[in-house]
């Protein structure tokens, strides 16, 4: 991990960056190399420049992923494609609308300061009449301006740790969760049935909401995969289950009601204040079946997945009067190697809040 | 990606053409009806036919025919899903309707067949597997190996019967039509199975089946239950049919039949005898439940721990008895 860490993150370069152009007739272009893997990221990169901009996300047309044309996205995991490219859009369009309201400013005779972009007009509140469509508007910025094209990027503000290795996942801001999980157990088969599961998880701001529960519910997909299913068992070093019909994971007939709670905090970091909802849902998901599995029956199963094979045995432990606990005795001997201190990487200490030159959201 | 290896299709319209393409190719030719078993094992280079004689356009395989009070015949070209909501099936023979509603997922039951099921491959997590993973940790006797990588000492695969329908027309006294270039037979399902993972089937390879007749329902009430991890699609690890037939609440006859713990459907013929005479109260009930485990030898090459599988079997024949006997399961 160390070397691919090394390799791919140590540099002082955007994780994300955003093109937007816009054309004479009012349309707009967003170009970035996030990949949308069904969680709608495509979608963000329309709603936020549309959101700057006082237009509406069907004016946008996004062209993501293709490196032929679009700035580097890092990719889709580490749950960080709507907050990295999310912000490198607002700075992107807000470098746009700065050069449209300079030129909407100078034909109405007003400050820039007074204008506001909505309802896809450019314009003083009010003296909303002789608002300038936003058409109109870029004509008059590209006539002042020359070409409407300009860039955002992000990078997160600190290194995760001054040690090698440290630029793997820098997290920016930190989402939280609570899950509760209502299950029934078989006692005679140890197999467990999901009943509810209830989520509520801290977004920072949920730019869609639909997307956003859908990122949850897959989370917590997951969780029970990984709970109750998933396992990664080796014979003479190949994965034992190396198909997707022996690598078990649930479908939809295992997947219980999802009760979804959006927890909205505005975070200071993030796009309008948005935060992951990628993967952070499912953590509380695997210990909250555990301890309902423990409440359920008072057995305590101590490693993943909980089985019914690990349930019986727990249960007869129990009726056998001995304490009903079943997995690992004790934590395995471990030596963890020291870390390799890196003291400084660019001319900085290494655990410096990094100068980022290409800005803020709003620079 | 694997893909399927370049074969020869034939489309015989009567049993009477597949027979003979059957012979002509002499060992060189496998059948195929839905292809839901055989088409991944071929793209896993488990079969390697040249050539293919589909039965899916064979009119005579298709259909149920009789009654319960005469008995039922299906074709062995009905499809399971057909088979899953038969009226008289689901009515009077029960566990089979239940068995057929149970294999895999909608769309393969819609493609699969009662007759392919019958003769399902026999499953091991060493041999389902990629041709590359194969090759990679050895491969076993049942293809392109010579030892058994489940139980290296032994001469035998252990690859185990992980047909639904079987061991519940096991149960009911179901018997199976062979026909081929030199004749027809009709012979017990029971025989049809052979306790090796390799030659599972007794059955030459040129024989087709095309028939599963079923005897009169007469008193009979049955059951199957089965273990998997997910209930929307997974193979069994264990099977349980149970099938007894009433007289004034004691028990005149029963079978217990176990799936997917041997080669073979592996009948537990001193559990069912234990329930001869017997009102079906739970102590008669536990009894023949724990006889049952007996015959019930999983080795470690399915899913879940073989150990669990056995334990499972004493609770699950006790499941479907307290069904059959209308007690709270």
């Known amino acids: 991990m160390t070397g691919a860490g090394t390799a791919i993150y140590w540099n002082n370069m955007p994780h994300s960056g955003v093109i937007i152009r816009a054309d004479r007739s009012g349309g707009v272009a967003v170009l970035c190399g996030a990949t949308d893997i069904g969680q709608g990221s495509d979608s963000i990169l329309a709603y936020l420049p549309a959101e700057v901009l006082g237009i509406d996300p069907k004016d946008v047309r996004v062209h993501p992923a293709d490196t032929d044309l679009t700035p580097v996205d890092l990719g889709s995991y580490s749950s960080r494609v709507t907050l990295m490219c999310g912000v490198a859009a607002i700075q992107a369009a807000t470098r746009l609308k700065r050069v449209l309201f300079e030129a909407v400013a100078k034909k109405l005779e007003v400050e820039p300061s007074h204008l506001v972009a909505r309802e896809r007009k450019i314009g003083v509140p009010d003296d909303w009449d002789k608002a300038v469509s936003f058409a109109d508007a870029v004509v008059l910025g590209e006539a002042t301006h020359g070409v409407l094209a300009f860039a955002g990027s992000y990078a997160p503000p600190k290194r995760a740790g001054k040690y090698k290795g440290g630029g793997v996942g820098p997290s ?67 994965h034992k289950c190396p198909s997707m019909l022996e690598y078990k994971s649930p479908t939809t007939l295992e997947t219980p009601d999802i009760h979804t709670i959006l927890v909205e905090t505005d975070d200071p970091e993030g796009p309008f204040g948005a935060k992951e909802a990628g993967q952070g849902p499912l953590l509380p998901v695997i210990p909250a079946i555990a301890n309902a599995i423990y409440h359920a029956t008072g057995v305590r199963i101590d490693e993943v997945p909980i089985t019914p094979d690990k349930i019986i045995r727990g249960l007869d432990l129990r009726r056998r009067g001995k304490p009903a606990r079943v997995g690992p005795e004790r934590i395995p001997v471990f030596a963890f190697k020291e870390p390799l201190v890196v003291e400084s990487a660019f001319g900085q200490p290494a655990d410096a809040i990094a100068v980022r030159p290409f800005g803020g959201p709003e620079s | 990606m694997m893909r399927l290896p370049p074969f020869t299709y034939l489309a015989p319209k009567t049993i009477g053409e597949a027979v003979t393409l059957m012979a002509e190719h002499d060992g060189n030719a496998m059948l195929v009806a839905g292809g839901t078993d055989l088409y991944p094992n071929m793209k896993r280079r488990q079969f390697e036919p040249k050539v293919l004689v589909g039965l899916h356009g064979i009119r005579e395989l298709r259909g149920v025919r009789g009654t319960p009070e005469s008995g039922l015949t299906i074709g062995a070209g009905v499809i399971l899903s057909a088979v899953a909501r038969h009226p008289d099936i689901w009515r009077s023979y029960r566990g089979l309707a239940t068995a057929a509603g149970l294999v895999s ?3 393969l039951r819609n493609m699969g067949t009662i007759g392919g099921n019958v003769c399902l491959d026999t499953r091991c997590n060493y041999y389902n597997q990629s ?58 399902i029971s025989t049809l199975y052979r306790d090796d993972g390799i030659e599972y089937l007794a059955k030459r390879p040129d024989e087709i089946l095309t028939e599963i007749v079923l005897p009169p329902a007469d008193g009979w009430r049955s059951e199957y239950l089965k273990l998997r991890r997910r209930g929307s699609f997974d193979f069994p690890v264990l099977g349980v049919a149970v099938a007894a037939r009433m007289d004034g609440g004691r028990v005149r006859e029963a079978r217990i039949v176990l799936g997917a713990v041997a080669s073979l459907p592996r009948e537990a013929a001193t559990a069912a005898q234990a329930l001869v005479g017997e009102r079906l109260t739970l102590d008669v009930i536990a009894l023949s439940a724990d006889l049952a485990a007996g015959p019930s030898k999983p080795l470690d090459n399915t899913d879940f721990t073989h150990p669990y599988r056995k334990k499972m079997t004493r609770v699950f024949v006790a499941r479907a008895l307290r069904r059959i006997a209308g007690l709270p399961v």
Not at chain 1, 194 to 212: F, M, Q
């Open chain 1, 172 to 238: 920016p801001c930190y989402s939280y969760s609570a899950c509760v999980v209502e299950l029934t157990v078989d006692e005679e088969t140890g197999e467990v049935a999901l009943d509810d599961v209830w989520v509520a998880h801290d977004v920072g701001r949920a730019l869609n909401p639909l997307l956003v529960e859908g990122q949850v519910e897959g989370s917590i997909y997951m969780g029970i995969g990984e709970a109750l299913m998933e396992e990664q068992v080796f014979r003479k070093g190949l």
């Open chain 2, 105 to 107: 997922s909608p769309q």
């Open chain 2, 131 to 188: 041709y590359s993973w194969r090759k990679a940790i050895g491969f076993c006797m049942k293809k392109d190996g010579d030892i058994c990588l489940v139980a290296p000492s032994s001469s035998r695969c252990w690859a185990v019967s992980s047909s639904d329908t079987a061991p519940v027309l096991w149960s009911l006294g179901a018997q199976v039509k062979l026909a081929s270039a030199s004749g027809e037979r009709t012979v017990p």
